[in-house]
Nanobody
Framework: VQLVESGGALVQPGESLRLSCAAS????????MSWFRQAPGRERELVAA????????HYANSVKGRFTVSRDNAKETMFLQMNSLKPEDTAVYIC?????????????????WGLGTQVTVSS
């Protein structure tokens, strides 16, 4: 089983990035997927979640209207389009897979995790 994130970079405030999470080794289409982020010294927090079909999504208030989560089950990949990036978005972005749909950000329900990709927003 693998979840591999990519697309992180150093960008300036106001710019955009698109992150990808490529899955392998499990039946991607049966798992709900989420993006979390973790900044130094802070707890891992839920950024966005998408159900297994892609029909339902959830966003943290801090990113609502700026970030969009999507998935392509045929390509076993989840995406996070991040627009109007702010310095406070700086963190390692990590994808997780779970069989249990939840918007509470409970880390314990996640079966698989990636290692993360660094996003730095700075002028």
């Amino acid at each position: 089983v693998q979840l591999v994130e990519s697309g992180g970079a150093l960008v300036q405030p106001g710019e955009s990035l698109r992150l990808s999470c490529a899955a392998s080794g499990f039946t991607f289409s049966t798992y709900h997927m989420s993006w979390f982020r973790q900044a130094p010294g802070r707890e891992r927090e839920l950024v966005a979640a998408i159900d297994n079909s892609g029909g339902s999504t959830h966003y943290a208030n801090s990113v609502k209207g700026r970030f969009t989560v999507s998935r392509d089950n045929a390509k076993e990949t989840m995406f996070l389009q991040m627009n109007s990036l702010k310095p406070e978005d700086t963190a390692v972005y990590i994808c997780g897979a779970t069989r249990r749909w939840s918007i509470a950000g409970n880390l314990k329900i996640y079966d698989y995790w990636g290692l993360g990709t660094q996003v730095t927003v700075s002028s």
